[in-house]
């Protein structure tokens, strides 16, 4: 597969890649990099907005806004068009060694998004629902809060918290309760560990190898690889699909200190295969 170059070394944390079907753009976020952007691919335009800290995952809504998770374990909903700020909700507010990480909508229109240990190191980071104004709190012992992906048809929620090096499975029901089922990838033979993932329609996954430099798809039912794509970027953080018919995988990465490669790239490969969307935060 070819892999195109979308936007050269642009970041240095470039991380959770989201399509906004509506108004055809992809927007992701550079987190230490504290800046948010979107491309134009009609034009192949970047358009980059300062944060005033580390922003971790922006999503669309279904108003004129995107929800992000900032530094200080808040989200706040931030207008399209005057850029003005409004708090939804904070988490973890005692916590000083911890930040958002992940964020993403599920198929119900509610923002689930992780906090991780700043040291990498301890679980001292937990995974929150927000539904409207409501946040509650779904796991905990997490060190490094990464990917998620919803089945829909089998009711099944894919999660990754990086350290364990598994991908893990669990039921969900329509208040985004979970209860784990067991483990879908194990990446224990794998360069790097898992970061951010993506699913295609026909069910499987697409995960990011952090330190790993690649893509691999996995049929999560039986555990088992089907292909991989290599980049030429050894931190690999996450991807998604857009374009017109989703079947344009972006992929979002991360610099790597001393190192010539071409990590804080974003790229894009055209594939032939069906991703699932991106959904939008339902404002209350
Ligand atoms: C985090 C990084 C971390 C990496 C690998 C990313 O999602 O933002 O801080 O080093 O995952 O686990
Ligand atoms: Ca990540």
Redesign the pocket.
């Given at each position: 597969m070819k892999i195109e170059i979308v936007a050269k070394k642009i970041n240095i944390?470039g991380?959770g890649p989201t399509w906004d079907e509506k108004n055809r753009r992809l927007y992701w976020v550079d987190?230490t990099g504290k800046r948010f952007y979107y491309l134009d691919p009609d034009n192949e335009r970047v358009e980059v907005f300062p944060a005033l800290g580390m922003i971790?995952s922006i999503v669309t809504t279904n108003k004129e806004n995107i929800l992000a998770a900032t530094e200080d374990h808040s989200l706040y909903l931030i207008d399209n068009k005057t850029g003005m700020h409004s708090l939804v909700t904070t988490v973890e507010s005692e916590r000083m060694n911890t930040r958002f990480?992940?964020g993403k909508v599920d198929p119900f229109g509610r923002y689930v998004a992780g906090t991780?240990d700043m040291q990498?190191k301890n679980p001292i980071g937990s995974l929150y629902v927000l539904s409207g104004n409501d946040v509650k709190k779904i796991l905990g012992n997490l060190t490094?809060s990464?990917g998620m992906a919803w089945d829909v048809k089998n009711q099944v929620f894919y999660y990754i918290d990086?350290?364990t090096k598994k991908v893990n499975k669990y039921y969900f029901d329509k208040n985004m309760n979970i209860e784990l089922i067991g483990t879908a990838i194990d990446f224990k033979h794998e360069i790097g560990?898992p970061?951010?993932m993506s699913i295609d329609l026909e069910g499987n996954l697409w995960v990011a190898h952090?330190g790993g430099g690649k893509i691999s798809i996995w049929n999560p039912n039986k555990g088992r690889k089907i292909d991989q794509i290599s980049f030429p970027a050894e931190n690999i953080?996450s991807c998604t699909f857009g374009g017109d018919g989703l079947t344009d995988l972006y992929v979002t990465s991360a610099a790597n200190k001393g190192s010539s490669d071409l990590g804080g790239t974003l790229f894009r490969v055209r594939t032939d295969i069906q991703g699932s969307k991106s959904f939008s935060f339902l404002v209350s």
């Open positions: 944390l991380e987190i971790s990480n992940d991780m990498e490094i990464n990086s350290p560990v970061d951010g952090w953080t």
